[in-house]
């Protein structure tokens, strides 16, 4: 499985911007994927995954300003982020595995074997 993100920039304090991740590949068992972060010098942080049964779970700090979700395939997943804030900075990563979100455990990135290359938001 291969995923490729897409829809990052530059914006301004209030801004939006949409993230795209495509998924080619053996993907029919593509059950979680979700969005993580990583700003400079700190670690990869979970900010929303999505079952394919379109379960969502949100990170306290993007609850509200950010919205995941899947295309009709399955194969396409979207981050929908508005009112940015400079603390949004960083390399957005598209995930995904064949098991379904952990309840509990779903912002550990050891969870995930899918990565993409990321693709940079900066707010300013």
């Known amino acids: 499985v291969q995923l490729v993100e897409s829809g990052g920039g530059s914006v301004q304090a209030g801004g939006s911007l949409r993230l795209s991740c495509i998924a080619s590949g053996y993907t029919q068992s593509n059950r979680c994927m979700g969005w993580f972060r990583q700003a400079a010098g700190k670690e990869r942080e979970g900010v929303a995954v999505i079952d394919r049964d379109e379960v969502t779970r949100y990170s306290g700090s993007v609850q509200g300003r950010l919205t995941i979700s899947r295309g009709n395939d399955k194969n396409t997943l979207y981050l929908q982020m508005d009112r940015l804030e400079p603390d949004d900075t960083a390399m957005y990563y598209c995930?995904?595995?064949?098991?379904?979100?952990?309840?509990?455990?779903?912002?550990?990135?050891?969870?995930?074997?899918?990565w993409g290359q990321g693709t940079q938001v900066t707010v300013s």
């Open positions: 995930a995904a595995d064949r098991a379904h979100c952990s309840d509990r455990l779903w912002q550990r990135t050891e969870l995930y074997t899918f």
